[in-house]
């Protein structure tokens, strides 16, 4: 990691030479102007070096100018508007109210709920399902797929625009929510 860190500094300290160098060409900056021609005029490889600064440069501002452009916009709650104000419902509380929804039909326990919203405020919902019987797989998937557009329209007052229902069948052992706490070491 600190090999990676000093190439990087190594490159920052490059890039902003260069950029130095540069604006001292169009800009008369007294010593700094007269140490870049200098430079320029003893070391030819100076030129090329520029250029692959000038090149960074654009590609990075290309890059980014192309990320502002083109990055899709996430939403994490919705609003909404009523009589006396607005209220902002988070994205959490509208997986919970998806995941509650299912306990006739399913184990919540085992059911994972990912919700993202469109840009005109509808929902694409994602339901993953840990079934240990597998059984009546189709009759349950589209009880799923009625179930939550309701519940999200009757308590949040939003549309859905598509459910996907995933059946998993469990593995030993083995959980859908992902764990982040370590096992701990009895010894």
């Given at each position: 990691?600190?090999?990676?860190?000093?190439?990087?500094?190594?490159?920052?300290?490059?890039g902003?030479f260069?950029?130095?160098?540069?604006?001292?060409?169009?800009?008369?900056?007294?010593?700094?102007?007269?140490?870049?021609?200098?430079?320029?005029?003893q070391?030819?490889?100076?030129?090329?070096f520029?250029?692959?600064?000038m090149?960074?440069?654009?590609?990075?501002?290309?890059?980014?100018?192309?990320?502002?452009?083109?990055?899709?916009?996430?939403?994490?709650?919705?609003?909404?508007?009523?009589?006396?104000?607005q209220?902002?419902?988070?994205?959490?509380?509208?997986?919970?109210?998806?995941?509650?929804?299912?306990?006739?039909?399913?184990?919540?326990?085992?059911?994972?709920?990912?919700?993202?919203?469109?840009?005109?405020?509808?929902?694409?919902?994602?339901?993953?399902?840990?079934?240990?019987?597998?059984?009546?797989?189709?009759?349950?998937?589209?009880?799923?797929?009625?179930?939550?557009?309701?519940a999200?329209q009757?308590?949040?007052?939003?549309?859905?625009?598509?459910?996907?229902?995933?059946?998993?069948?469990r593995?030993?052992?083995a959980?859908?929510?992902?764990?982040?706490?370590?096992?701990?070491?009895?010894?």
């Open positions: 990691m600190r090999v990676i860190k000093g190439l990087i500094a190594l490159l920052l300290i490059a902003i260069g950029i130095v160098g540069l604006y001292s060409q169009l800009e008369n900056l007294g010593v700094v102007t007269t140490f870049f021609q200098d430079l320029s005029f070391y030819d490889w100076l030129f090329y520029y250029q692959v600064v090149f960074t440069l654009l590609a990075i501002l290309v890059l980014a100018f192309g990320v502002v452009l083109f990055k899709q916009i996430r939403k994490k709650e919705i609003y909404l508007k009523k009589e006396m104000g209220v902002n419902v988070p994205l959490r509380s509208l997986e919970s109210i998806a995941r509650v929804s299912l306990r006739d039909i399913v184990n919540i326990e085992e059911t994972q709920v990912k919700i993202r919203l469109t840009k005109h405020q509808k929902a694409d919902v994602e339901v993953t399902v840990i079934d240990e019987k597998q059984q009546q797989l189709l009759s349950k998937g589209k009880q799923i797929q009625e179930q939550i557009p309701q999200l009757q308590m949040a007052k939003l549309e859905t625009n598509k459910t996907k229902v995933v059946f998993k069948k593995k030993a052992d959980s859908l929510l992902p764990s982040n706490k370590k096992g701990s070491r009895v010894i």
